[in-house]
């Protein structure tokens, strides 16, 4: 079989492209070298929304920025994913941080952001009584929002699937031969697939992909990112999600609201040369707490679930870098911050490209842009929830107690495309294993159901595939 269009990435960039592709009459693959979606940079970022005020004007992502952030509303009321419109403030404390605020607020503006305003020290305290005392003013950005990025990819790679796309994982491209008609991509395992067209939506491999046919115009590194996670008793302390004034380096250390209810604080920014290494460091989550209480009083580190590290995938030009170097093939690299915001735009910037090609599109009448939300039992009512019990009494039985998350909703998240298949794929479906006790008293029942219904042995269940096994063998059983 060759397909229309082969997407490499299951990030939120790839998936967001892929559920765009999967609107018009395609035959549509995706693919991606782990073991799940969502477990690159789409894993562990800010889950900010930018407004738009902070890239440069005129560039891709002042552009896809500011449409994306329009956009991210409606693409999450379609897919059922968690979002929330609660604003953002960039707080300043000196006379030299002032110039910096009212150069972001002139910047927004003529990017096009809507609703701007430079706050002074009386009208930022009102607005949120937490934000240090020794703030002195702060641009107020109402359309800033935030959502959770592994549910966002989860549910547009989902949507696509529905749709007719195919998801093919562990398949980490090695080799991409262009035949006359259409590209042989080739997987490590000896795996190939045929696809007219390529979308390269790799994120930090987005550079070694282009390569391979033979486009090294730009590179790609690793910038890493520590975060530190709050308990939802510390959710509210803020309303809007609080950065510092930027440097080169990016955005600063936030402190936000999750869509979850928890706090999120960080990242730091540091430009490293590898792109894998994602363990967290003392150094970085000194830092994130002591800048945190510099700028937002209250913060009870004391309340951590966990701490994490995330790789952003930084391109060598200063901008997003979106194009076509070559006939069918399209790069969609260096999509660094802000790319979650930007993504539902990327994905029509991608189509407008292919369209320009000559590639000619047909939309499909049978494409559902709708897809049920995997919260859907956890935010009904006490009486919807019994009626949900009435017809499947799986969703009575708690398994994950610090989320309250259910044997039902596992199953459900189990069966539904993109399908897990480890430990860390149904915690980003269900938030089981995401609370206090991150899974201690969980991981074997979600084990055992993962080992059901795969069909497999309870002990080749992972953690998040490869060699991440968490069980080596029975230390007692029946002969």
């Known amino acids: 079989m060759i397909y229309d269009i082969a997407v490499v990435g299951a990030?939120?960039?790839?998936?967001?492209?892929?559920?765009?592709?999967?609107?018009?009459?395609?035959?549509?693959?995706?693919?991606?070298?782990?073991?799940d979606v969502a477990t690159g940079a789409s894993s562990a970022n800010s889950a900010i929304v930018h407004a738009g005020f902070d890239a440069k004007e005129g560039s891709l992502k002042a552009l896809l920025n500011v449409r994306g952030s329009e956009l991210m509303a409606k693409t999450c009321l379609e897919l059922g994913v968690k979002y929330k419109n609660n604003g953002s403030l960039v707080i300043g404390f000196t006379d030299e941080d002032r110039e910096t605020v009212e150069q972001l607020y002139r910047r927004g503006v003529a990017n096009g952001v809507k609703g701007l305003r430079v706050l002074d020290a009386e009208e930022l305290h009102a607005l949120e009584p937490n934000v240090s005392k020794n703030a002195t003013c702060a641009l107020h950005a109402p359309t800033g929002s935030i959502v959770c990025p592994y549910e966002l990819t989860i549910a547009s790679v989902g949507n696509a699937m529905d749709n007719g796309a195919e998801l093919l994982l562990d398949f980490a491209?090695?080799?991409?031969?262009?035949?006359?008609?259409?590209?042989?991509?080739?997987?490590?395992?000896?795996?190939?697939?045929?696809?007219?067209y390529i979308i390269n939506a790799a994120g930090l491999y987005a550079d070694a992909i282009a390569a391979m046919v033979g486009d090294t115009s730009f590179t790609v590194h690793a910038r890493r990112g520590e975060y530190v996670l709050l308990d939802k008793e510390s959710g509210n302390l803020v309303k809007n999600t609080i950065f510092r004034t930027p440097s080169k380096m990016g955005k600063g250390i936030l402190v936000s609201p999750t869509v979850d209810g928890n706090l999120i604080t960080g990242p730091t920014s540091v430009d490293i040369g590898e792109k894998t290494n994602k363990a967290t460091t003392p150094e970085g989550l000194a830092h994130v707490m002591r800048e945190t209480r510099e700028n937002v009083d209250g913060v009870m580190y004391n309340q951590t679930i966990t701490s994490f590290c995330g790789l952003r995938a930084v391109g060598s030009t200063g901008?997003?870098?979106?194009?076509?170097?070559?006939?069918?093939?399209v790069n969609v690299a260096g999509i660094e911050s802000p790319g979650l915001s930007s993504a539902p735009a990327i994905a029509e910037y991608v189509i407008g490209l292919l369209k320009e090609s000559g590639m000619t599109l047909e939309k499909d009448p049978s494409f559902d842009p709708i897809r049920a939300p995997m919260h859907a039992f956890r935010e009904g009512s006490l009486e919807e929830k019994n009626e949900i019990i009435k017809k499947d009494p799986a969703y009575g039985r708690i398994i994950c107690r610090c989320e309250t998350v259910t044997e039902g909703e596992i199953l459900a998240a189990i069966?539904?495309?993109?399908?897990?298949?480890?430990?860390?794929?149904?915690?980003?479906?269900?938030?089981?294993?995401?609370?206090?006790?991150?899974?201690?008293?969980?991981?074997?029942?979600?084990?055992?159901?993962?080992?059901?219904?795969?069909?497999?042995?309870?002990?080749?269940?992972?953690?998040?595939?490869?060699?991440s096994y968490i069980n080596v063998g029975k230390t007692k059983g029946v002969d």
Request: include cysteine.
């Open 319 to 329: 901008d997003f870098i979106i194009n076509m170097p070559r006939e069918r093939f």
């Open 415 to 467: 069966r539904q495309n993109p399908k897990p298949r480890d430990l860390d794929g149904v915690k980003r479906r269900t938030r089981a294993q995401m609370g206090r006790c991150q899974g201690g008293f969980c991981s074997p029942y979600i084990v055992e159901l993962l080992a059901q219904e795969m069909q497999v042995p309870y002990e080749s269940v992972t953690k998040f595939g490869g060699d």
């Open 11 to 35: 990030g939120v960039v790839g998936g967001m492209i892929a559920r765009e592709l999967s609107a018009y009459k395609l035959n549509l693959c995706i693919l991606d070298k782990a073991h």
């Open 173 to 196: 491209v090695a080799e991409i031969e262009d035949g006359k008609d259409a590209f042989t991509v080739k997987a490590a395992d000896g795996r190939t697939v045929k696809a007219r």
